[in-house]
């Protein structure tokens, strides 16, 4: 079971905003440290989505955002495409772990 | 351009050291900040991050696996070197080198993984 806790699944028709969350700790996210997401295709390496807390990289549709409160941080995706089917990991750090991994959310496109 | 490469043993048996390289290009381990991470993915299942390295040489481990850990650069040849002792069935995943930086220890950059198998 992962330190950051995150749905096991989540599913939205085309064209609807799923949202994703990744539960932490006062050790890890509650401690101010940054969350950053990751977009995992089948079969290919991750793909950074968003580093800290909510920013793009080039090149990342605006369909994607992130948000961090508390203990907590949220990936949102809005006008959901068939091409958004994938497995979404948050990652921090920890003050005694190191850096984490959630334990991943596979979002299906309906 | 930034690219990363991983390489090594596809197969391993039990009680072996696995050696990793990660081959990289685009940057270089002498700029201040940089740092090159390891992660791996077993089959199907979650991201686990291993190591980190920085350009001055500090050392990251995941606590979990720091006894079995060793990370090194060779900074001549754009090289990061991951060892892992006494390996087991249970380590058998995709293992991925990736570029980051000191400041928020994001994964901007990712080689194409490696899956190693560990099997007698």
């Known amino acids: 079971q992962s330190v950051l806790t995150q749905p096991p699944s989540v599913s939205g028709a085309p064209g609807q905003r799923v949202t994703i969350s990744c539960t932490g700790s006062?050790?890890?996210?509650?401690?101010?440290?940054?969350v950053h997401w990751y977009q995992q295709l089948p079969g290919t390496a991750p793909k950074l989505l968003i580093y800290g807390n909510s920013n793009r990289p080039s090149g990342v549709p605006d369909r994607f955002s992130g948000s961090k409160s508390g203990t907590s941080a949220s990936l949102a995706i809005t006008g959901l495409q068939a091409e958004d089917e994938a497995d979404y990991y948050c990652?921090?750090?920890?003050?005694?772990?190191?850096?984490?991994f959630g334990g991943g959310t596979k979002l299906t496109v309906l | 351009q930034i690219t990363l490469k991983e390489s090594g043993p596809t197969l391993v048996k039990p009680t072996q050291t696995l050696t990793l390289t990660c081959t990289f290009s685009g940057f270089s381990l002498t700029v201040s900040g940089v740092g090159v991470g390891w992660i791996r993915q077993p089959p199907g299942k979650a991201l686990e991050w291993l190591a980190l390295?920085?350009?001055?040489?500090?050392?990251l481990y995941s606590p979990s696996l720091k006894s079995r850990l060793t990370i090194t650069k060779d900074t001549s040849k754009n090289q990061v070197v991951l060892t892992m002792t006494n390996m087991d069935p249970v380590d058998t995943a995709t293992y991925y080198c990736?570029?980051?930086?000191?400041?928020?220890?994001?994964?901007?950059?990712w080689g194409q993984g490696t899956l190693v198998t560990v099997s007698s």
């Open positions: 990736a570029h980051t930086y000191y400041y928020d220890n994001s994964f901007d950059y």
């Open positions: 990652q921090s750090y920890d003050s005694s772990l190191g850096e984490l």
């Open positions: 006062s050790s890890n996210i509650g401690a101010d440290y940054d």
């Open positions: 390295i920085y350009s001055n040489d500090d050392k």
